[in-house]
């Protein structure tokens, strides 16, 4: 166990719908990430936040947008999904967020688009 | 372009054996490289993290190297269990370390 939690595990919606991934950080890490991993994709680097603040983006569509709070905990948001949207989501804490520190891997929400 | 090629694209050995897993990458400028371990299903484990001047890393029976003049690195597994199955990547970050570059894997089946 990791010490990073998302919820939900799974998540199946329609095309066109929006919805919201949660993830917490470890106890004491300031820095959230958020990837995707689908089939034919790999794992991707979507965006990464330190201390509330946005550090870093990857590969995120304009449809899709994340924040994270003053206690820290995080919000993935993915608007008008496409069937090409399910895929396993993973979020990420680490300490400091340098880029070079560890990151801890939560257990992923599966969000399948039918 | 910047891309990270992990080779051989899966690999069946026998329990207690070893074996070397391969991460070819382009990524400019380099930050670091990670080797992760993912079991299937589940969040990717970090195994190490190597930056620049760091040539040699290990992590109890996984040793990783980087050649940061070639832009090669390698996961060596010593004396393999069964619950090394999995998928193992390696991840390269460019700049800062802030943007991730991930490879496709290599899928590692150990058998008894």
């Known amino acids: 166990d990791s010490g990073v939690t998302q919820t939900p595990k799974h998540l199946i919606t329609a095309t066109g719908q929006r919805v919201t991934l949660r993830c917490s950080p470890r106890?004491?890490?300031?820095?959230v990430y958020w990837y995707q991993q689908s089939l034919d994709q790999g794992l991707q680097f979507l965006i990464q936040?330190?201390?509330?603040?946005?550090?870093a983006k990857g590969n995120i569509l304009e449809r899709f947008s994340a924040q994270q709070f003053p206690d820290l905990h995080s919000e993935l948001n993915l608007s008008s999904l496409e069937l090409g949207d399910s895929a396993l989501y993973f979020c990420?804490?680490?300490?400091?967020?340098?880029?070079?520190?560890?990151?801890?891997f939560g257990p992923g929400t599966r969000l399948t688009v039918l | 372009k910047n891309q990270v090629e992990q080779s051989p694209q899966s690999l069946i050995i026998l329990e207690g054996k070893n074996c070397t897993l391969q991460?070819?990458?382009?990524?400019?400028?380099?930050?670091?490289l990670r080797w992760y371990k993912q079991d299937t299903g589940r969040g990717p484990v970090s195994l190490t993290i190597?930056?620049?001047?760091?040539n040699t890393k290990s992590n109890g029976r996984y040793t990783a190297t980087l050649d940061a003049d070639t832009k090669q690195s390698s996961l060596h597994i010593t004396a393999s269990q069964l619950s090394d199955s999995a998928s193992y990547i390696c991840?390269?970050?460019?700049?800062?370390?802030?943007?991730?570059?991930f490879g496709a894997g290599t899928r590692l089946f150990v058998k008894a």
């Open positions: 990420a804490s680490s300490r400091v967020g340098t880029g070079k520190d560890t990151q801890y």
């Open positions: 106890s004491g890490d300031l820095s």
């Open positions: 991460c070819n990458y382009t990524v400019s400028p380099f930050s670091n």
């Open positions: 190597m930056t620049f001047s760091e």
């Open positions: 991840v390269v970050s460019e700049g800062g370390g802030f943007k991730t570059i």
């Open positions: 936040y330190y201390n509330g603040e946005e550090r």
